[in-house]
């Protein structure tokens, strides 16, 4: 998942950390290419850095050379360094692909005019797709950027065993939800598991308790700042945060979330606010204890909402704007919006689930069908406050919710939005 912030930030000299791998296809001046698709190389620059998305890309991409002749060239870069230096990355030298977000990252770029548009591809693949996946696709000027594969649903994971072995029931209500943290606390464990050093972790929690109490409109406009920081409803989410501090597991801005996932793995911890991505993702490697795992939607807070929202972020692909062979580019696109090239994805990758209609995976696990499932319940679905919002927005809460996690007194929260509504002014008005 993005979850790295400053994705707008030049931080790298052009064609710097990202540049283009290079490749064989034939292009003339204007960049596209003017010899056959079948046999061309085509270069993607992917952020699957970590071994199993690196796999499941890797198998994605084999499939879309079996299926178009196309030949793929991957340049692998870490993942948080990929979002924080993606502006001058595709200001440069940039791949042919890309590996990117669905929502408001992609418009950003696709605005800026470093993307091509894909109009043409969706003309072939758009039947493989629901509405809500082609709207995410789409740009402010009404032009398809982006191929979606998959998305993923935040949730609150635990591991069954100790549930049953404690007594402890899955709670619906915030008042159920604080109760069980106390009893936990009470049993010698860490409530909720938590680590936030990358700072994109807590923008989740954020968002879920925005969603909880305020809706679904209410995020979406706080994103686009037609609603101020200073706002009482942003207020009323950091009360809320802070009432829930007691039972999260400490020192986070120290800690990266994997390590955080340790200790619901050892449970030492009762639970763990998270994207099946990242914490099923953990656990793949021991079936026993993957099929211990389980997750429930987060709880309840003001009833208007109940539990019909949440943020499940769509991953996809975009075609760079100076993208030397954009035929061929096109044509491995072609492929991966398709059903078989999910399935063929999702083979090896066990915690997200594929976006195409009619979509047949049998390798799914009990997180990847539920996930299905309680995505299916929600009203609407968010990205992602690091994907709804521009991205310097972004950044700025980052930094202004690792202060508040290091220190979560209600005394500072107002403090706190004034920065906020300060940095939204400068960012979205200039």
Not at 388 to 393: G, K, T, V
């Amino acid at each position: 998942m993005l979850k790295g912030a400053g994705a707008a930030g030049l931080t790298v000299a052009a064609g710097g950390l990202l540049s283009a791998c290079g490749g064989d296809s034939d292009t003339d001046d204007s960049g596209k290419s003017s010899g056959p698709v079948a046999g061309s190389t085509v270069t993607f620059g992917s952020n699957y850095s970590d071994p199993a998305t690196r796999s499941a890309f890797a198998a994605l991409t084999s499939a879309g050379t079996a299926a178009t002749k196309v030949k793929v060239k991957i340049n692998t870069v870490d993942h948080n360094s990929f979002q924080q230096n993606i502006t001058s990355y595709l200001q440069g030298t940039p791949d042919d692909l890309f590996t990117w977000f669905a929502g408001y990252r992609m418009q950003y770029f696709a605005a800026q005019g470093l993307a091509q548009p894909l109009d043409d591809v969706w003309k072939k693949i758009g039947g493989n797709f629901g509405p809500a996946a082609k709207q995410l696709s789409t740009g402010l000027d009404g032009h398809q950027y982006l191929v979606p594969l998959y998305n993923y649903p935040w949730v609150v994971f635990y591991r069954k065993s100790l549930f049953k072995k404690n007594g402890y029931s899955v709670p619906t209500t915030w008042d159920a939800y604080l109760d069980l943290c106390k009893k936990m606390k009470s049993d010698g464990l860490i409530p909720i598991a938590f680590g936030d050093k990358d700072g994109w972790p807590a923008l989740g929690t954020f968002d879920i308790l925005n969603l909880r109490l305020n809706g679904y409109d209410y995020h979406v406009k706080l994103m686009k700042h037609e609603i101020p920081w200073t706002d009482q409803g942003v207020h009323t989410v950091f009360q809320h945060w802070a009432e829930m501090m007691p039972y999260v597991q400490s020192g986070a801005n120290g800690r990266i979330w994997q390590d955080a996932a340790k200790t619901l793995e050892s449970k030492k911890a009762g639970m763990m606010f998270q994207g099946t991505n990242q914490v099923a993702a953990q656990f793949v490697s021991d079936k026993a204890d993957l099929d211990d795992l389980d997750f429930f939607p987060f709880p309840a807070i003001n009833p208007k909402w109940g539990q019909d929202y949440m943020d499940a972020p769509t991953d996809g692909f975009m075609l760079s704007k100076k993208a030397k062979n954009p035929a061929a580019a096109k044509a491995l696109l072609e492929y991966i919006g398709t059903g078989d090239a999910e399935a063929e994805y999702l083979k090896t990758d066990q915690w997200d689930v594929g976006l195409a209609k009619g979509l047949k995976v049998p390798s799914y696990n009990a997180i990847q069908k539920k996930s299905v499932a309680e995505i299916g319940k929600c009203k609407a679905v968010a990205q992602f406050m690091d994907r709804d919002a521009d991205p310097a927005m972004a950044t700025a809460m980052i930094s202004l919710i690792q202060k508040f996690v290091g220190d979560p007194s209600t005394g500072g929260i107002a403090a706190l939005q004034k920065s906020a509504e300060s940095q939204a002014k400068a960012i979205y008005t200039g």
